[in-house]
């Protein structure tokens, strides 16, 4: 005379109940979506090789050149712009031109072959984000960028997931500065952020444009 | 160490009968169990009301509450977006989905609270399925149990099993 | 009540609800019996054959997901064909299950007793072939898949939920979810019953397992009765308002032949209508081959082929109701639809089969010998059943291929795909069922055993007690 | 030497319509010819990020996947004058049939993505035409021959060179006996240069012109009239009454550009009296549908007809009156008598506003008889200016001559630089059989096509859009072509390929036609030379019109000539250019392949085009198959059964049933008319048999119903009805009860509005908008089943109850943006919604592909990715793509987005400026290239804006207005001038 299960079938079928609820909930609903908002799935805080050694460190930190100086389509185009090689040499004619470190870059201006950089802040196609615009409007550099003058390799600094950008469109108080400050890596607000950026926001007539093909077209 | 006294009915009137007797004298921890709702063995038992509604009603309350400050919040507030220049907030396009989240989780209530709740179910291991006769609780006969932590009570209720009708009266021991 | 019985003439004295003098023991014997014997060989071809069928489905939706739409014959007018008629037609299909044993066991109609765990099953079968659907049909499901249920996305974006699809989503997983937990309440002590009336091991442990330990205790009985009376009454309105809202997936475009406040009652009731047609499909060779009809009977075939009439004289009234509004209203695009497009469209050949098949076919059960004889009942419900699925038709396809302006008007084809689907999901579907027919009693033991108690204890005799009822 | 590599495989785009996971790897460039850089920087950045995105769009399956790693590329050394990621204009031209059309061309990055029209220049004035436009694809189609080729075998242009400097030797020594060329029709004032040269050089050479469609009958029209060749320069801004005979002045082809917009002034009751439009021709065409009034007449009938008009008019006007007889030489059934009683009249009291117009099919007779009554009314409308092309011969005729010739063996050397002789020649010639008696054979072209079969050398043609070189427009104006991108293979240009027989094949076109202009106009050159490649043209040297005397006797004479009609039945054959591939040129170009033919809506093909009461009276149907048969084997022709057209008559258009090796993209679509051309009579002839085969076949027709079932869909009206119109169609146009008050917009409101009097439905837009938006081309089959996916399409319907002769109205047709947008809220996940301004934004990348929202759009403007339709673009093709617009993955639907990416880039570079966006600024592809402006794009809050006035024009109503769907698109009926004599 015995049962068909055993008294410890009891607790084993409800750790089973429990396990597979976990398992289902966790691995298949909340598992995805936390794991898309670690840097793990962002790729920030990954630093980026690059096929030439540029330390942004020494640059925009020791040498305080400015962003636009490289970047300077900034302010008239979508694309930040990424120097020619020629411009490279403006300075690297001069200094260090016998480096080996700048081996590729005068090979790829006497070859006239393109660097071929690895893009760090990546987005989809159907994003269309237009610099000029941030720039003009009093979006630092820093403010999605982070602080490339202390990255040896440039990493991505923000998710740049849509949630993410919603935040600024929805709220430019809380990140503008006067577009004098636009490079400044080290840029504080004087005073109340909020204020500043809700004169801001009236200066510079900042809409807060949440219409979808403000960015998809 | 808990024991359960058993005993079988092969009618199920006289198993209900047999059932408000002992209980009238008082016999602890009484049960039936039978392949079917046994008709007035919940009044034998002196049963009290049921709460599964209260659960029910909990459930639904909470779900169409839920699924409508969902839609409200999420259409009006978390990202208002004109759509085909409707308000943003519908109080009757949110009818639907209110409804149907109240059903679903006042039915999973229902069934979870049942299930887990007042049914303590999954327990495939039971005392009283020590006892192989006890396959016909389930099949086609009429069994009352009576649980007792004390040994030296088994003789006694034995006796009152027989006495109230019950035959194929013994009793199970629990396994640890 | 014995006057009654005793007034009426004997041809009208209804069969029987349960034949023969039976008691539990022999009850639980013989429903069970089908389980417990080994596949029949019509059983095995039969799964060999759906079986065989599944492979079809599965490889049409692969190659629909790895092609695209595209490979479906949908095109711009016709945005919209097979994939939705088949999600209507089989979502239909399910409610007559639920109807069965929610809708009735509220009006205490005890000739559900001995259908309802097999219409039930039904249900919840159809209502997987529905599920495929939705997502399917859609050009991305890989996102269709997720997008839209309310999960907090990093894009910040939710779903909107004004639109019907949104009401949809939420309906069939209710609907689906509560016809799985309602089926399995039931199914409890059933599967209790064969845990302890089998002497293999191995199916004590499996069935052993899913009885969850149920012990038949008069405590749990207790809560049981009252949570299975209130699923059913949450079901209730729930299949209203399931085959409502996806009524309301025409009804709320501005689509002539969509627009139509007379969808939902329409809707329903021809759920009802191709639901009970597929239940009687399937259940008068199953009674048959399962030995069955002594606690299935003539009686509830009689019973169900009156439900049939009466919502195919419903659906008959929706029919009228459209065109009739489209003619009162006087809107051009309307009358378009309903006096030309449907009757004289290129289309004509599928109306005229919704109308015969849904219309002129149950006219038939007005006799009471059409309504006995199961080849008349199987026929008329095959036939219902294709009409419904023209219904759909006519309503998805034949709208949208002519509607408001002309130059966009266009023919839909269907191809190879679309009928592997649907052939594919009547397979998938046969296939689930003839696994559920051979591991689970078709009939609701412990119903039964009380229905039989009730029968026996009330009237005395089972063989008049339905006299009355 | 280029590697077989660098081939492009022919049949590779073939398969883009069939396999839809085939993955062409894009042909290596050759670099052989020019020091320019090479192709690879014109693969820029952005368009690295578009095909990267593109692809990664198809094989993310999901957010769960990670971004796929990128690359960027920047320039070595950044030329001066690119910004990345802002695009430049450049003006060049696009040359057809010896005339230019000057365009503005896009380039993102050095890759050029869109051709508009150059609003300063003459021909153009900001339109442009469908072909134009086309030119874009066949820059960058994988399947363009890639490398010179001898005998069959890859070669270089260094050897052709070396071979043609041998035969030049031989050639000068025989003063250039046995020297031929054959030249497209042209108009170059650098190639006039050479041909003189050559001339010079080789005493004896020959040069003659060939195109399937010639100007010659114009010429000698002129001739017979004039004592000289002329060409008509017509100027219908002060047009009143027109008589078009067979003469298509309203569809966007080569050089009608300019006449559409103005008769489009002439046709808007805002601008006074609406001018009256008389068509008198055989197939309904785009002109035709415009008509106000329309005679369909048998070919052979046409010019008879002109000539009974003539005679009709010696009564009223006294300078025609010798021309009395023709009225009894040319007896006119009532129908036409009627018809021309009532334009004779209305000509004469036009006076200077009156024109006929004459189509260049026409005999030379008729052309006279036109000029003579143009000059006898004193029309403004038409003069007489000399030819802008070389040579005013370039008919059937003129190639007869060559192929004697060359049949005699009087032909060693033959360059051929005109298009395709060999498919284009009437058959009885059998070019191809004397071609291959010719020892040297030099052929340029673009494709390895029938011709190329043939030749001894065959040199790949640079594309206008690699190379310099000029060119006249239709009215003289010097034109220039100015590359925007370096050789995406390797080639020569017309200029370079003629310079080889010089020894000067190693001089560059650029150095050529500088040197050239220096030479023709040396004052301030320098300066000169930047003005004009910056505006395209050279302002002022339009060749001025000239009033020769007309010679009546001669014309009388000529028209006497002409034998009375004969009423014998019979079937006639009438034969006309194609809407779409031209002569079939353009071929290759799926732009144009799968645009509906404006008038019959048939893409992918020509068919057999009859009368629906000659089908009945043939037993044929839609889609029957037929031979057609004259003198000669037969043409297999589908049957489309075409509303307006003449009876006993078919007409077929030119330009398909091609055999070409190197085009697959056009090989075997539709048939080859060329066996019912003969020397003779190229265009149209009776004794036509017509033999069913017992075959049907399906045709790729956007539109398959063609009558409006009584809706108000397209508006039309007279001018006599239009105050009661505008009232009636106020209530189309009328504020809406509604539950739900709206948003307000106080920015921007952006609105639309389409002019219905103004539109010829010539599709010109149709094209503009899937070259700016990255619409794909699904080919044949998916046309068929309804998958097109133009986001743009010109609806036509016929109206009236006359099948045989019916009215026909158009109506360009997009998403309209309702501010009670049906699709939005059927859309589960918010992948359509309303932005700030009003639009109906279609968010791609959200969309599950549910199609609710096509289902409950009324007008049905939805397209949706059935499949994967660019994954299989080769990298070549995909240089085409706008880098502003994303490339829709399969499974999303997609439609019109009022061009929000034009929106959106002159909103930021306004905003920049600090200031709003200019009326005007703003122009949607569809209405850029609208040769007639009947599109108006702007913002609605603007109270000066010109779509402002027009929502609140008294023609406007709203398309479906009672469903409330209130569209930001509003339709301005169509006004007709019908003249009451023919009511």
């Known amino acids: 005379m015995s049962s068909l299960f055993k008294p410890s079938s009891n607790t084993a079928f409800r750790v089973a109940l429990v396990a597979l609820a976990l398992l289902f909930g966790g691995g298949l609903i909340a598992g995805p979506m936390i794991y898309v908002r670690t840097p793990f799935f962002t790729q920030q805080q990954d630093p980026v090789d690059q096929p030439v050694q540029f330390d942004h460190r020494h640059h925009v930190g020791d040498e305080g050149i400015d962003c636009r100086y490289c970047h300077y389509l900034v302010e008239k185009s979508p694309s930040a712009g990424v120097p020619p090689t020629s411009l490279c040499l403006n300075c690297h004619e001069q200094i260090w031109n016998k480096s080996p470190k700048l081996a590729p870059v005068r090979e790829s201006y006497f070859a006239d072959r393109p660097i071929v950089w690895n893009k760090v802040n990546k987005l989809p196609h159907f994003v269309y984000f237009n610099h000029s615009i941030h720039v003009r409007q009093g979006v630092g550099c820093v403010t999605c960028h982070g602080r490339v003058d202390e990255m040896a390799q440039v990493e991505k600094a923000q998710s740049l997931a849509m949630g993410w950008c919603l935040e600024c469109h929805r709220h430019p108080e809380r990140y503008l500065r006067p577009r004098d400050q636009i490079t400044n890596m080290t840029y504080k607000p004087t005073e109340d952020q909020l204020a500043i950026g809700k004169q801001l926001m009236e200066q510079y007539h900042v809409e807060t444009r949440t219409s979808c093909t403000t960015c998809h077209r | 160490m808990r024991r359960f006294v058993l005993g079988q009915f092969t009618e199920a009137a006289a198993c209900v009968e047999a059932v408000r007797k002992l209980r009238e004298q008082g016999v602890p921890g009484l049960d039936a169990h039978s392949p079917r709702p046994m008709h007035g063995i919940d009044d034998a038992l002196a049963l009290p009301r049921s709460k599964v509604p209260i659960v029910a009603l909990t459930g639904g309350v909470l779900g169409a509450l839920g699924g409508y400050s969902l839609q409200w919040y999420l259409n009006s507030k978390a990202y208002p977006i004109n759509v085909g220049s409707r308000p943003p907030h ?87 | 009540m014995a006057e009654t019985a005793i007034a009426l003439p004997p041809q009208l004295i209804p069969p029987p609800l349960i034949e023969g003098r039976q008691d539990d023991g022999t009850l639980n014997k013989s429903l069970n019996a089908y389980v417990w014997q080994p596949p029949q060989r019509g059983w095995l071809a039969l799964f060999l054959i759906g079986l065989a069928g599944t492979g079809v489905l599965f490889s049409a939706i692969a190659i629909t997901v790895a092609r695209g739409i595209g490979m479906w014959g949908n095109n711009i007018p016709v945005g919209w064909a097979f994939g939705i008629i088949n999600f209507v037609w089989w979502i239909g299909i399910g409610h007559a299950g639920t109807l069965i044993s929610a809708i009735l066991l509220l009006f205490q109609q005890k000739w559900r007793t001995s259908i309802n765990r097999f219409a039930e099953a039904m249900t919840l079968f159809a209502v997987m072939q529905a599920g495929l659907f939705p997502i399917l049909h859609t050009g991305r499901p890989w996102f269709a898949i997720y997008w839209l249920f309310p999960y907090p996305s990093t894009n910040s974006i939710w779903p909107q939920f004004k639109s019907p699809l949104m009401w949809d989503v939420f309906a069939v997983s209710t609907y689906f979810i509560t016809s799985l937990l309602f089926w399995y309440l039931g ?135 459209e065109h009739f509004a489209a003619w009162y209203s006087g809107n051009v695009y309307e009358e378009h639809v309903f006096f030309s497009t449907r009757p004289r469209g290129p289309y004509a050949w599928a109306y005229f089969t919704q109308m015969f098949c849904n219309v002129v076919v149950p006219q038939m059960f007005w006799t009471r010998w059409a309504r006995r004889n199961v080849w008349t009942l199987w026929i008329g419900s095959v036939l219902v059943n294709v009409g419904m699925w023209f219904e759909r038709f006519n309503i998805v396809v034949t709208s949208l291929h002519q509607d408001f302006i002309p130059s966009n008007w266009a023919m839909y084809y269907p191809t190879w795909v679309d009928f592997s689907l649907l052939f594919g999901t009547i397979c998938f579907f046969g296939t689930l069922f003839l696994v559920f027919l051979k591991f689970i009693p078709a009939v609701a033991t412990s119903e039964v055993k009380e229905l039989n108690h009730e029968l026996h204890q009330g009237g005395g005799l089972s063989e008049v007690e339905g006299a009355h009822r | 030497m280029p590697s077989l590599k660098s081939f492009p495989i022919a049949g590779q785009r073939q398969k883009l319509w069939r396999g839809l996971d085939e993955h062409g790897a894009p042909p290596a460039p050759s670099r052989e010819l020019g020091a320019a850089p090479p192709p690879d920087d014109a693969t820029s950045r952005r368009s690295v990020l578009q095909l990267l995105g593109a692809s990664a769009a198809l094989a993310s399956l999901g957010g769960c996947l990670k971004p796929p790693d990128e690359k960027i590329l920047p320039y070595t050394r950044q030329p001066p004058e690119v910004t990345p990621g802002n695009p430049l204009h450049y003006a060049t031209a696009a040359v057809i049939d010896g005339r230019a059309t000057g365009l503005l061309v896009t380039a993102n990055e050095g890759r050029p993505t869109k051709i508009e029209g150059n609003p300063d220049h003459p021909s153009s004035r900001g339109a442009v035409g469908p072909l134009e436009q086309a030119e874009l694809l ?232 036109a000029h003579a009554i143009n000059a006898a009314l004193g029309s403004a409308c038409a003069a007489a200016a000399r030819p802008v ?102 080639g020569a240009s017309e200029v370079e390929t003629l310079a080889a027989f010089l020894g000067e094949g190693d001089r560059t076109a650029y150095t050529q036609l500088r040197a050239f202009w220096e030479s023709e106009r040396p004052d301030h050159f320098a300066l000169n030379w930047e003005k004009w490649l910056a505006d395209g043209f050279i302002g002022g040297t339009a060749t001025p019109p000239e009033t020769p005397a007309v010679r009546h006797d001669q014309i009388l004479a000529a028209a006497m000539q002409v034998a009375p009609a004969d009423s014998s039945a019979g079937i006639e054959i009438n034969i006309v250019p194609d809407y779409r591939v031209w002569d079939g040129r353009f071929g290759n170009v799926s732009w144009l392949q799968e645009l509906p033919d404006p008038v019959t809506k048939v893409t992918w093909e020509n068919a057999a085009l009859l009368a629906p009461d000659t089908a009945r009276k043939l037993g044929l149907r839609q889609g029957d198959r037929v031979d057609l048969g004259l003198r000669g084997p037969p043409a297999h022709a589908t049957v489309v059964i075409a ?270 400026q600090d200031r709003r966006i200019r009326d005007g600024e703003v122009l949607t592809a569809c209405q850029q290239a609208c040769p007639s402006g009947a599109i108006v794009f702007g913002d609605l809050n603007d109270a000066n804006a010109k779509v402002r006035r027009l929502h609140e024009d008294e023609r406007r109503y709203d398309l479906l207005h009672e469903l409330g769907t209130r569209p930001r698109t509003a339709y301005l009926a169509r006004v007709t001038n019908p003249n009451p004599e023919l009511a």
Request: net charge positive; glycine share 8%.
């Open chain 2, 90 to 176: 519908g109080f009757w396009t949110n009818i639907p989905i209110t409804f149907e989240s109240g059903v679903l989780i006042a039915v999973l209530s229902i069934f979870f609270g049942s299930i887990f709740v007042f049914f303590g179910l999954p327990r495939t291991y039971h005392p009283l399925f020590e006892s192989e006769r006890f396959r016909t609780a389930c099949l086609d006969a009429y069994w009352i149990s009576a649980e007792t932590g004390d040994e030296n009570a088994v003789p006694e209720l034995e006796k009152k099993f027989r006495e109230a009708g019950a035959h194929k009266v013994h009793t199970v021991v629990e396994r640890i």
């Open chain 3, 187 to 321: 199914l409890i002590p059933d599967l209790a019953s064969l845990r302890d009336s089998s002497s293999s091991k191995r199916a004590r442990i499996a069935y052993g397992i899913f009885a969850l330990g149920w012990r038949g205790s008069a405590r749990h009985w207790h809560h049981y009765k009252i949570a299975y009376l209130l699923l059913a009454g949450l079901a209730t309105p729930l299949v209203l308002s399931v085959h409502t809202i996806v009524s309301w997936d025409f009804a709320l475009s501005i689509l002539p032949g969509w627009h139509t406040t007379i969808f939902p009652p329409y809707f329903v009731a021809g759920a009802v209508f191709s639901g009970f047609a597929m239940v009687m499909t399937l259940m008068i060779p199953a009674r048959r081959y399962m030995k069955l009809k002594h606690v299935i009977t003539a009686r509830h075939l009689e019973s169900m082929a009156k439900v049939m009439l009466l919502t195919g004289l419903i659906v008959f009234y929706g029919y009228l109701m």
């Open chain 4, 138 to 369: 066949r820059l960058y189609d994988p399947q363009r021959l890639g490398v010179v080729q001898h005998l069959g075998q890859p070669s270089a242009w260094r050897d052709f060179l070396q071979a043609t400097a041998e035969k030049a030797r031989a050639l000068r020594d025989s003063r250039g006996a046995g020297l031929r060329f054959l030249m497209e029709p042209g108009s170059s004032p650098l190639v006039g240069r050479l041909r003189q040269r050559l001339a010079d050089t080789y005493p004896q050479a020959k040069f003659s012109s060939w195109s399937a469609i010639p100007l010659q009958q114009i010429h000698d029209g002129a001739q017979l009239a004039y004592g000289a060749a002329y060409e008509v320069r017509l100027d219908l801004s002060r047009a009143r009454v027109v008589l078009s005979l067979d003469s298509d002045l309203l569809a966007a082809l080569p050089g009608t550009l300019p006449a559409m917009r103005d008769w489009a002034e002439k046709r808007d009751p805002a601008n006074g009296r609406l001018a009256r439009l008389y068509a008198v021709e055989t197939n309904l065409t785009v002109t035709g549908m415009n008509a106000d009034h329309r005679l369909r007449l048998k070919p052979t009938h046409l010019h008879r007809f002109g000539l009974a008009l003539l005679g009709r008019l010696a009564a009223q006007v006294p300078a025609l009156s010798r021309y009395a007889p023709l009225q009894q030489r040319f007896p006119l059934p009532p129908e036409s008598a009627k018809f021309a009683d009532a334009v004779a009249k209305d000509l004469v009291a036009a006076g200077r506003g009156a024109l006929v117009s004459v189509g260049p099919r026409q005999p030379p007779v008729l052309h006279a008889a």
């Open chain 4, 389 to 490: 092309l070389h040579d005013t011969n370039a008919g059937p005729r003129t190639l007869e001559q060559l192929v004697e010739e060359m049949r005699g063996g009087k032909v060693d050397t033959l360059v051929i630089t005109a298009w395709n002789p060999v498919y284009g020649a009437p058959a009885d010639l059998n070019f191809s059989k004397a071609l291959s008696q010719v020892p040297y054979s030099v052929y340029r072209s673009l494709y390895l096509d029938e011709t190329a079969d043939r030749a001894t050398w065959v040199i790949p043609s640079l594309h206008p859009l690699e190379s310099w070189g000029d060119a006249r427009a239709h009215d003289g104006t010097v034109t220039f072509i100015q590359p925007l991108i370096s050789p995406l293979y390797s």
């Open chain 4, 643 to 912: 509303p307006g057209h003449a009876e006993d008559t078919i007409t077929a258009s030119l330009g398909y049933g091609r055999r070409g090796a190197g085009e697959a993209l056009c090989r075997g679509l539709g048939f080859d008319t060329s066996p019912l051309r003969h020397t003779d009579a190229p265009w149209f002839s009776p004794g036509l048999t017509v033999t069913p085969v017992g075959k049907r076949a399906r045709l790729a027709q956007t539109q398959e119903h063609h009558s409006m079932e009584g809706r108000l869909i397209a508006a039309t009206t007279t001018v006599e009805k239009l105050k009661e119109t505008g009232e009636e169609l106020a209530e189309s146009r009328a504020p809406l009860l509604t539950a739900y008050p709206g948003p307000a917009y106080p920015g921007y409101r952006w609105g639309m509005a389409i002019d219905l009097s103004r539109c010829t439905g010539c599709s010109s837009c149709m094209v503009a908008c899937v070259a700016e938006n990255n619409i794909p081309m699904v080919g044949k089959e998916q046309v068929a089943l309804s998958r097109e996916m133009h986001w743009l399409r010109v609806d036509r319907y016929f109206i009236g109850d006359d099948t045989g002769n019916p009215g026909v109205v158009v109506q360009p047709l997009m998403c309209v943006h309702c501010e009670y947008a049906p699709c939005e809220y059927v859309c589960p996940v918010n992948a359509t919604v309303h932005s700030d301004e009003g639009l109906n934004e279609m968010i791609y990348n959200r969309c599950v592909g549910t199609r609710y929202c096509s289902n409950n759009c009324p007008y049905k403007v939805r397209r949706f990715n059935f499949f994967s339709y660019t994954s299989d673009y080769t990298n070549t093709e995909k240089m085409a793509f706008n880098p502003d617009v994303t490339v829709r993955a399969r499974g999303v639907m997609e439609k019109c987005t009022y061009c929000v990416q034009r929106i959106e880039r002159a909103r930021i570079e306004t905003r920049l």
